[in-house]
């Protein structure tokens, strides 16, 4: 059995009852008695004996008649009682007053209030009317004495420390003898951050056989832990603390896995934890759920499930705090649907989730794309009466900008000003950004000068994204127009303008100016970076000048810029497209020697153009080497391999291809239908050519009109009248249909 006492004395040990550090202490008169264990009799020192100066006869007449005045007129207002005294009473007539009246509590107040609305008191008053509200079980007002002393204006801790130390050790025995003062003492200090002193009060207390209370010294491991390399002291002291008598408790130890949990030391902190019992402490429901955290934000996933595991088995279970951890950090590694189970988890439980649950759920949802998921728990989270913040909202509309869901973008912001909250510029920034990359810059313009009416302040990042929505759309000079308008608002132009202006120049064919505005971007201080060598790059590539391209990529590595896979991409689509197909196989090679690892696209950009040369052997060699390094293949490869094999008679290797697509979740493109169709009925291959093309229409692609002719004849000769006007009505409707309207929009 765990055994630990607060205080400790001479020949007596006292305990206290013990309540969280940030509240108030309590004393109980019912302590518990019994021998000193662990510090030697011989070295605790004993308190001295209270010899105040002794009153003259005239001092003893007045003393007395302020006290029989205070106790015989004690309905009255004291200020009125010693009205006839004031002129009268000296500093030490109030230490003589008090030592007569010390055993009425609420006289002691008075006298002391009426003394403190004339004159600051002196130390050693101080410290004997601490004692008398210790006595009294009155650790509140022993506490706020002992503050508005130190809050005084000129006293500083380094000059009085020792001076009030003394006096409170002096007026001891006399005044209370309850060693609670010297822990209200320290739990002062502590709080007013003069944390050395409180480490020379503990230790001083020690010499008189005194150890403080294990509450106070939680106080001081938390504020230890917060300061500036606190956590080596506070490590220090909890071991320090222990050898002399502090007897930690759960809060202790849970304040320094708390600790190591938050400079990142979080095997640490769970070794602590597995200590615990052998110390004589019991983990709580704290202890675990904050390494539980500790691991979560070091996005450690498999010790969580092992801890919660070992709560359960000790009948602990997971508390808010724990579930929304697991939450967070399952939703910042993508694993959003395993974080909805946990949440379905904490329901079950009985434990509701919070905003902050929800939303976190909600962003997670939005980044993978899942906007309906994201929008079931909006919807959900209403339900049980948890209303969206701001960052709720701001999560949701980010996700269906990205998803290009504009106008249901704009629909919730009109919900978020209809239920009172106010966007901020992000939101705006991000609607802004979001019709701009949609091409509808008067929609953007419209948002911007909406945002400026409700005087938000559009920043560099809303008009770099006026800017680029401006130039995507070939509007250089209107572009320009507004750099001008923020150089005028002093705004200074950042990386992401002017690489939004160089890619705008490079679309509109402006390559020159756009290499002329990297220069200016230097000069004016700012660096170009990979994207910007990348953007003029792609223009190189696609005008066919590879030496230019090939130079700027020389220019970025002399200047220390990583290239980028989108880097290499360029060139390799820039090398395919030149026909320059052993450069294109030779960065390749370079890539994987050099550890950069090609995506698809890099590999689809080969294979396209040797498809195209019909050299569907080194098309294929390429596949094989692209699923040899481990690289996915996207629906474009498959596109590409499909129409290279048909195009080359190879219809048994398109129609395996072709099925390993459909598996895989892609969908053929149009060209990639016909290229199968027309591939079949060439062969004569009528079931499979027929198959082809009902997965087609049943995907809503529209076959071209030679196709419709094709099956309608065949269903005809197969005595299938009525599919063969079903085809006939639907070719009419598509294709024809479809011609006029173009020719009346062209009209």
Same mark, same amino acid.
């Given at each position: 059995?765990?055994?630990?006492?607060?205080?400790?004395?001479?020949?007596?040990?006292?305990?206290?009852?013990?309540?969280?550090?940030?509240?108030?202490?309590?004393?109980?008169?019912?302590?518990?008695?019994?021998?000193?264990?662990?510090?030697?009799?011989?070295?605790?020192?004993?308190?001295?004996?209270?010899?105040?100066?002794? &009153? !003259? @006869?005239?001092?003893?007449?007045?003393?007395? =008649?302020?006290?029989? #005045?205070? +106790?015989?007129?004690? $309905?009255? *207002?004291?200020?009125?009682?010693?009205?006839?005294?004031?002129?009268?009473?000296?500093?030490?007539?109030?230490?003589?007053?008090?030592?007569?009246?010390?055993?009425?509590?609420?006289?002691?107040?008075?006298?002391?209030?009426?003394?403190?609305?004339?004159?600051? &008191? !002196? @130390?050693?008053?101080?410290?004997?009317?601490? =004692?008398?509200?210790? #006595?009294? +079980?009155?650790?509140? $007002?022993? *506490?706020?004495?002992?503050?508005?002393?130190?809050?005084?204006?000129?006293?500083?801790?380094?000059?009085?420390?020792?001076?009030?130390?003394?006096?409170?050790?002096?007026?001891?025995?006399?005044?209370?003898?309850?060693?609670?003062?010297?822990?209200?003492?320290?739990?002062?200090?502590?709080?007013?951050?003069?944390?050395?002193?409180?480490?020379?009060?503990?230790?001083?207390?020690?010499?008189?056989?005194?150890?403080?209370?294990?509450?106070?010294?939680?106080?001081?491991?938390?504020?230890?832990?917060?300061?500036?390399?606190?956590?080596?002291?506070?490590?220090?002291?909890?071991?320090?603390?222990?050898?002399?008598?502090?007897?930690?408790?759960?809060?202790?130890?849970?304040?320094?896995?708390?600790?190591?949990?938050?400079?990142?030391?979080?095997?640490?902190?769970?070794?602590?934890?597995?200590?615990?019992?052998?110390?004589?402490?019991?983990?709580?429901?704290?202890?675990?759920?904050?390494?539980?955290?500790?691991?979560?934000?070091?996005?450690?996933?498999?010790?969580?499930?092992?801890?919660?595991?070992?709560?359960?088995?000790?009948?602990?279970?997971?508390?808010?705090?724990?579930?929304?951890?697991?939450?967070?950090?399952?939703?910042?590694?993508?694993?959003?649907?395993?974080?909805?189970?946990?949440?379905?988890?904490?329901?079950?439980?009985?434990?509701?989730?919070?905003?902050?649950?929800?939303?976190?759920?909600?962003?997670?949802?939005?980044?993978?794309?899942?906007?309906?998921?994201?929008?079931?728990?909006?919807?959900?989270?209403?339900?049980?009466?948890?209303?969206?913040?701001?960052?709720?909202?701001?999560?949701?509309?980010?996700?269906?900008?990205?998803?290009?869901?504009?106008?249901?973008?704009?629909?919730?912001?009109?919900?978020?000003?209809?239920?009172?909250?106010?966007?901020?510029?992000?939101?705006?920034?991000?609607?802004?950004?979001?019709?701009?990359?949609?091409?509808?810059?008067?929609?953007?313009?419209?948002?911007?000068?909406?945002?400026?009416?409700?005087?938000?302040?559009?920043?560099?990042?809303?008009?770099?994204?006026?800017?680029?929505?401006?130039?995507?759309?070939?509007?250089?000079?209107?572009?320009?127009?507004?750099?001008?308008?923020?150089?005028?608002?002093?705004?200074?132009?950042?990386?992401?303008?002017?690489?939004?202006?160089?890619?705008?120049?490079?679309?509109?064919?402006?390559?020159?100016?756009?290499?002329?505005?990297?220069?200016?971007?230097?000069?004016?201080?700012?660096?170009?970076?990979?994207?910007?060598?990348?953007?003029?790059?792609?223009?190189?590539?696609?005008?066919?000048?590879?030496?230019?391209?090939?130079?700027?990529?020389?220019?970025?590595?002399?200047?220390?810029?990583?290239?980028?896979?989108?880097?290499?991409?360029?060139?390799?689509?820039?090398?395919?497209?030149?026909?320059?197909?052993?450069?294109?196989?030779?960065?390749?090679?370079?890539?994987?020697?050099?550890?950069?690892?090609?995506?698809?696209?890099?590999?689809?950009?080969?294979?396209?153009?040797?498809?195209?040369?019909?050299?569907?052997?080194?098309?294929?060699?390429?596949?094989?080497?692209?699923?040899?390094?481990?690289?996915?293949?996207?629906?474009?490869?498959?596109?590409?391999?499909?129409?290279?094999?048909?195009?080359?008679?190879?219809?048994?290797?398109?129609?395996?291809?072709?099925?390993?697509?459909?598996?895989?979740?892609?969908?053929?493109?149009?060209?990639?239908?016909?290229?199968?169709?027309?591939?079949?009925?060439?062969?004569?291959?009528?079931?499979?050519?027929?198959?082809?093309?009902?997965?087609?229409?049943?995907?809503?692609?529209?076959?071209?009109?030679?196709?419709?002719?094709?099956?309608?004849?065949?269903?005809?000769?197969?005595?299938?009248?009525?599919?063969?006007?079903?085809?006939?009505?639907?070719?009419?409707?598509?294709?024809?249909?479809?011609?006029?309207?173009?020719?009346?929009?062209?009209?």
């Amino acid at each position: 059995m765990r055994r630990c006492s607060t205080f400790v004395f001479p020949y007596l040990r006292f305990s206290n009852s013990v309540i969280k550090h940030t509240a108030f202490f309590s004393y109980s008169s019912n302590s518990a008695i019994e021998k000193l264990s662990f510090l030697p009799l011989t070295a605790a020192r004993p308190f001295p004996d209270y010899s105040p100066k002794k &009153p !003259s @006869i005239r001092d003893s007449e007045l003393v007395q =008649h302020v006290s029989t #005045s205070i +106790k015989q007129r004690y $309905s009255e *207002h004291i200020r009125r009682v010693l009205k006839p005294f004031e002129s009268k009473i000296r500093p030490d007539h109030i230490i003589w007053v008090l030592m007569t009246v010390k055993s009425d509590y609420k006289l002691v107040l008075d006298f002391f209030d009426w003394w403190c609305q004339r004159r600051d &008191p !002196s @130390i050693e008053v101080c410290c004997i009317i601490v =004692h008398i509200a210790v #006595s009294q +079980k009155d650790a509140r $007002s022993a *506490h706020r004495f002992i503050h508005e002393f130190w809050a005084r204006p000129g006293v500083d801790v380094t000059v009085f420390f020792s001076q009030f130390l003394e006096k409170l050790i002096y007026t001891y025995k006399d005044w209370g003898s309850n060693p609670f003062a010297f822990d209200i003492f320290f739990q002062v200090l502590v709080e007013l951050g003069s944390l050395d002193y409180g480490r020379k009060l503990f230790d001083k207390m020690l010499h008189y056989g005194l150890v403080l209370s294990v509450s106070s010294c939680n106080l001081f491991l938390s504020r230890l832990s917060h300061e500036i390399e606190g956590h080596k002291m506070m490590l220090k002291v909890f071991n320090e603390f222990s050898e002399v008598g502090v007897c930690w408790d759960n809060e202790s130890h849970n304040i320094v896995i708390h600790s190591f949990c938050r400079i990142g030391k979080v095997k640490e902190a769970h070794n602590l934890l597995l200590q615990m019992e052998l110390r004589g402490c019991m983990p709580d429901v704290v202890s675990y759920s904050t390494v539980i955290n500790g691991y979560c934000t070091t996005g450690q996933f498999e010790p969580v499930m092992k801890i919660i595991e070992e709560m359960q088995a000790k009948g602990l279970m997971p508390n808010a705090f724990t579930f929304n951890s697991i939450i967070l950090l399952l939703s910042k590694t993508g694993k959003v649907l395993d974080a909805e189970k946990i949440l379905r988890e904490m329901t079950s439980q009985g434990i509701t989730p919070d905003n902050v649950v929800y939303t976190t759920l909600i962003d997670g949802f939005c980044k993978t794309g899942n906007i309906t998921a994201a929008y079931r728990l909006f919807n959900e989270m209403q339900c049980f009466n948890i209303y969206p913040d701001l960052v709720t909202y701001t999560a949701l509309i980010c996700g269906l900008c990205q998803t290009g869901n504009i106008a249901e973008a704009d629909n919730l912001l009109n919900d978020m000003l209809g239920r009172g909250l106010e966007p901020d510029e992000f939101i705006y920034t991000t609607l802004i950004d979001g019709y701009c990359k949609a091409g509808e810059i008067r929609e953007a313009f419209s948002l911007h000068n909406k945002m400026v009416q409700m005087k938000l302040v559009p920043n560099i990042v809303t008009y770099s994204t006026l800017v680029d929505g401006l130039c995507k759309l070939g509007e250089l000079d209107t572009a320009n127009e507004l750099l001008g308008e923020m150089c005028g608002k002093g705004l200074e132009l950042n990386i992401y303008t002017y690489n939004s202006l160089v890619n705008g120049l490079c679309k509109a064919g402006n390559v020159k100016q756009a290499v002329k505005l990297m220069e200016d971007m230097e000069a004016s201080g700012i660096h170009p970076d990979t994207y910007t060598y990348t953007t003029i790059m792609d223009s190189y590539c696609k005008c066919g000048e590879m030496e230019k391209a090939h130079g700027l990529l020389r220019q970025m590595l002399l200047r220390g810029l990583q290239p980028t896979i989108v880097t290499f991409n360029v060139l390799m689509n820039g090398f395919c497209m030149s026909g320059m197909l052993e450069e294109g196989d030779k960065l390749l090679k370079w890539m994987l020697e050099k550890g950069i690892m090609p995506n698809a696209t890099t590999y689809n950009s080969l294979m396209k153009q040797y498809s195209v040369r019909n050299d569907m052997h080194m098309t294929s060699e390429v596949y094989k080497g692209m699923l040899g390094q481990g690289v996915v293949p996207n629906a474009n490869t498959f596109n590409i391999l499909i129409r290279g094999h048909c195009k080359a008679r190879n219809m048994k290797e398109a129609w395996f291809l072709h099925k390993e697509m459909i598996k895989k979740g892609f969908t053929p493109t149009l060209d990639t239908y016909h290229a199968l169709i027309k591939g079949f009925l060439k062969r004569k291959k009528y079931s499979e050519a027929k198959e082809i093309f009902e997965e087609m229409r049943r995907y809503g692609l529209l076959a071209d009109k030679e196709l419709y002719s094709a099956f309608a004849d065949m269903t005809y000769e197969q005595g299938n009248f009525d599919l063969a006007l079903e085809l006939c009505d639907e070719a009419v409707e598509k294709c024809f249909a479809d011609k006029t309207d173009i020719l009346s929009r062209n009209a």
